[in-house]
């Protein structure tokens, strides 16, 4: 049974850091491209970050470029998302997914496996 579980949430106040991890297990994760998705309340989900297979390539939603990281290690099958300078904004549940594709995927539809989430509240 494929699985990826999300941790690192929780409530910080705005310009704090936080990291999330995404550990996966059940198949060669190692070979997927990750991403890191996110939901606000009464809004859509909505793409923030994703990484290719190898890791060697990245690409970010606007609004975190700058302040959020994202990173892969493939030994671990766990994929990170460094965050940065938080704003209020920046709330939301954060789902981490996996795609079996070796390029970055920046839409809902190119992954396979989704974790349940954790939340992430920055107040101001």
């Known amino acids: 049974q494929a699985q990826l579980v999300e941790s690192g949430g929780g409530l910080v106040q705005a310009g704090a850091s936080l990291r999330l991890s995404c550990a996966g297990s059940g198949r060669t994760f190692d070979t997927y491209a990750m991403g890191w998705f996110r939901q606000a309340p009464g809004k859509e989900r909505e793409f923030v970050a994703a990484?290719?297979?190898?890791?060697?390539?990245?690409s970010y939603a606007d609004s975190v470029k700058g302040r959020f990281t994202i990173s892969k290690d493939n030994a671990l099958r766990t994929v990170y998302l460094q965050m940065i300078s938080l704003k209020p904004e920046d709330t939301a549940v954060y789902y981490c997914?996996?795609?079996?594709?070796?390029?970055?995927?920046?839409?809902?539809?190119?992954?396979?496996?989704w974790g349940q989430g954790t939340q992430v509240t920055v107040s101001s």
């Open positions: 990484i290719s297979w190898s890791g060697r390539s990245t």
């Open positions: 997914a996996a795609a079996n594709r070796r390029g970055v995927g920046t839409d809902e539809s190119d992954y396979d496996y």
